[in-house]
T-cell receptor, first 113, second 113 residues
Framework: TQLLEQSPQFLSIQEGENLTVYCNSS?????LQWYRQEPGEGPVLLVT???GGEVKKLKRLTFQFGDARKDSSLHITAAQPGDTGLYLC?????????????WGLGTSLAVNP | DTGVSQDPRHKITKRGQNVTFRCDPI?????LYWYRQTLGQGPEFLTY????????KSRLLSDRFSAERPKGSFSTLEIQRTEQGDSAMYLC???????????FGDGTRLSIL
């Protein structure tokens, strides 16, 4: 079983502030996905990171995969109310095994106008 | 390209009744996953299929739960003799294979009276 820890679990900030959320594990990931989920909807895929040290940008969102591929972070610049939601990370299954598909609790972000 | 669709979006039923949910994955996706999610939490894995074969079931999936994917396309999740604790969002996701990201439907919200 592959355990994921996401921090912080809750975050409430004002519009225009910057923030970083984290996804950590003791296991090595072959790749990791970040999702955002709004109330009443399913999670929507934001990005997949694959290579250790990789940095991907999606407008004001910057995703980083740790060099050892055990952790990842999501940085949001100048947060807007539309960024409000539950941010989830999840690993892809690796070749040669069927790891239990365990998700973190997510980071619930509220951006106040 | 149509996404993952789930039906119904909402289900309200009395304790003790049986309910069945349907998931239509993205057409070329071989893997199909079922999750349960309660408010403010990340998805909890229930089971997944590779084509029509059910490869893994979580311990969360009691004897009252059964899932099928008879022709390797759509899937159904049935809950028999529903209990209060079954109230949750039931999410379905699909992926092309074990390495590709999962794409989610918008879920079925189950409320047990």
């Amino acid at each position: 079983t592959q355990l994921l820890e996401q921090s912080p679990q809750f975050l409430s900030i004002q519009e225009g502030e910057n923030l970083t959320v984290y996804c950590n594990s003791s296991s090595v990931f072959s790749s990791l996905q970040w999702y955002r989920q709004e109330p009443g909807e399913g999670p929507v895929l934001l990005v997949t990171v694959v290579t250790g040290g990789e940095v991907k940008k999606l407008k004001r969102l910057t995703f980083q995969f740790g060099d050892a591929r055990k952790d990842s972070s999501l940085h949001i610049t100048a947060a807007q109310p539309g960024d409000t939601g539950l941010y989830l990370c999840a690993p892809a299954a690796d070749a040669g095994n069927n790891r239990k598909l365990i998700w973190g609790l997510g980071t619930s972000l509220a951006v106040n106008p | 390209d149509t996404g993952v669709s789930q039906d119904p979006r909402h289900k309200i039923t009395k304790r003790g009744q049986n309910v069945t949910f349907r998931c239509d994955p993205i057409s070329e996706h071989n893997r199909l996953y079922w999750y349960r999610q309660t408010l403010g939490q990340g998805p909890e894995f229930l089971t997944y299929f590779q084509n029509e074969a059910q490869l893994e079931k979580s311990r969360l999936l009691s004897d009252r739960f059964s899932a099928e994917r008879p022709k390797g396309s759509f899937s159904t999740l049935e809950i028999q003799r529903t209990e209060q604790g079954d109230s949750a969002m039931y999410l379905c996701a699909s992926s092309f294979d074990r390495f590709e990201p999962q794409h989610f439907g918008d879920g079925t919200r189950l409320s047990i009276l």
